[in-house]
């Protein structure tokens, strides 16, 4: 069965770093288009970034462009997001997605002194 399992996240000050990684399984990854989602306490889950199934056509959302970079790895089925300069209000619980409408349990990116 489809599984994405998101890992990585955690508690960091204004100003740091964190890497996600979101393993895949239960489909060809290397065929898909994968993205990474983040849903805010009392919002709407939101597109972060984007990457085509080779690693080109990458895209942002305009508020992470510069700070955040997304990769791949179709070798390990795993899809990544470099978060630098974080800011508190990329506080959320941060998803991927890209194969139908299966999500993982996501990993939480928390950012305060």
């Known amino acids: 069965q489809v599984q994405l399992v998101e890992s990585g996240g955690g508690l960091v000050q204004p100003g740091g770093s964190l890497k996600l990684s979101c393993a895949a399984s239960?489909?060809?990854?290397?065929?898909?288009?994968m993205s990474w989602y983040r849903q805010a306490p009392g919002k709407e889950r939101e597109l972060v970034a984007g990457?085509?199934?080779?690693?080109?056509?990458?895209s942002y959302k305009d508020s992470v462009k510069g700070r955040f970079t997304i990769s791949r790895d179709n070798a390990k089925n795993t899809v990544y997001l470099q978060m630098n300069s974080l800011k508190p209000e990329d506080t959320a619980v941060y998803y991927c997605?890209?194969?139908?409408?299966?999500w993982g349990q996501g990993t939480q990116v928390t950012v305060s002194l």
């Open positions: 239960g489909f060809t990854f290397s065929r898909y288009r």
């Open positions: 997605n890209g194969y139908g409408d299966y």
């Open positions: 990457i085509g199934s080779t690693g080109g056509y990458i």
